[in-house]
């Protein structure tokens, strides 16, 4: 054990032989994420890097899985150790070895290598972060959420929704908990795509596109010119496709794969968004930024945005949805309406300069910056 010990004491090197991984002194605060992937916890992070509000914090990067990265600043991401043979073990002895003051956990995988961690350096801080409402956890996951929850320090949640659900599952993390939403800029796009309404997320099962397409089925049945742009892709999209064709819909409903969403959030009348559990979708903060209306299913994070701005139904109600597109494709003052406050929500509650000074506070409160 002594012998183990002095090796992670030991700084790491890169093999071409050049100064050790932590040059730059010890970390201020290591991000784990699962993979590098572009879902909504690693754009958090990637603002997080290049914050304005964080610029004197030496923040990191470190992947558990070893994909290649070609998305986050190679400078800023935290080597592996050891043999690719090691999977995650090779991310928690790698996160060891930097001696980053707090490691930041996000999602479950990243949660547990920051715990893990912590058991073999225990002045290591954890903070973990939940971003969904827990719905695909089978019992394995729930004995590592457990785990979690008997090592970590500080925990987030990206909606008060979210930290509901972890709350009543595992009671004790209820003192723990610090709700920090979603901030994002709209990003100006030169182009704009023209469509009535339009959805962006994963096509998977929880999502629920089926509802979707059965709301819009009413929707041409009063507004034959209505379109609705689907962006995404995921393991659902063969059977979308034959759902489209089935309901008629292939004039109106075009299912257009992963691409940037903003020229069809600025080209179009209104947000969609059918999801059977959703813990705070980034897709809706950004439709609210360029002044949209959101038309959902009333599931997590979706009762949290404003009033105003925003039109419920209950899950799978095609009718409640379909009626709430039509009120809004036929009354251009109410849209113009709900799309002021949209953008007064996006401005004074989902700002990014408003989510990362209250990351800020959340670090300076673990004695960090």
Not at 63 to 75: D, L, M, Q, Y
Not at 91 to 106: N, Q
Not at 189 to 208: A, I, P, Y
Not at 233 to 244: A, C, Q, S, T, V
């Amino acid at each position: 054990m002594t012998r183990f010990r002095k090796w992670i004491e030991r700084p790491s090197r890169k093999r071409s032989g050049s100064r050790p991984s932590d040059a730059r002194g010890r970390p201020d605060v290591i991000h784990v994420l699962p993979e590098a992937a572009l879902g909504g916890a690693e754009r958090t992070v990637l603002d997080l890097l290049s914050s304005p509000t964080l610029t004197d914090l030496d923040q990191r990067v470190l992947f558990v899985s070893r994909k290649p990265n070609a998305v986050f600043p190679p400078e800023s991401v935290v080597p592996p150790v050891g043999p690719p043979a090691l999977g995650p073990v090779a991310a928690v002895l790698a996160l060891v070895r930097a001696r980053p003051r707090v490691a930041h956990g996000w999602l479950l995988r990243g949660n547990l290598t920051a715990c893990l961690a912590k058991l073999l350096r225990r002045d290591l801080l954890v903070i973990t972060s939940e971003r969904n409402l827990g719905h695909t956890l089978t019992r394995s996951k729930r004995l590592a959420e457990r785990l979690v929850a008997l090592i970590e320090n500080l925990a987030t949640a990206n909606s008060s929704a979210v930290r509901g659900a972890a709350v009543q599952r595992i009671p004790r993390r209820a003192g723990r908990f610090r709700v920090i939403a979603p901030g994002v800029t709209a990003l100006r796009q030169d182009s704009v795509e023209s469509t009535s309404g339009v959805m962006v997320g994963r096509l998977h099962l929880v999502k629920d596109h089926e509802t979707a397409l059965r709301a819009w089925t009413r929707v041409v049945r009063e507004r034959t010119d209505a379109t609705l742009a689907i962006l995404g892709d995921g393991p659902e999209r063969e059977r979308l496709e034959r759902r489209i064709a089935a309901l008629g819909l292939d004039s109106s409903v075009r299912l257009l794969g992963d691409r940037s969403p903003w020229p069809y959030l600025y080209g179009s009348r209104l947000f969609l968004s059918t999801s059977r559990a959703e813990g705070f979708s980034r897709a809706m903060l950004e439709a609210l930024s360029t002044g949209l209306p959101i038309v959902t299913t009333a599931t997590g994070g979706s009762r949290e945005l404003p009033d105003e701005a925003t039109w419920l139904a209950a899950v799978g109600d095609d009718g409640k949805l379909a009626e709430h597109i039509l009120a809004l494709l036929g009354d251009e003052p109410a849209r113009a309406q709900a799309g002021r406050a949209a953008l007064r929500g996006a401005r004074e509650l989902f700002s990014v300069t408003r989510c990362h000074e209250h990351y800020r506070a959340l670090y300076a409160s673990v004695g960090i910056g």
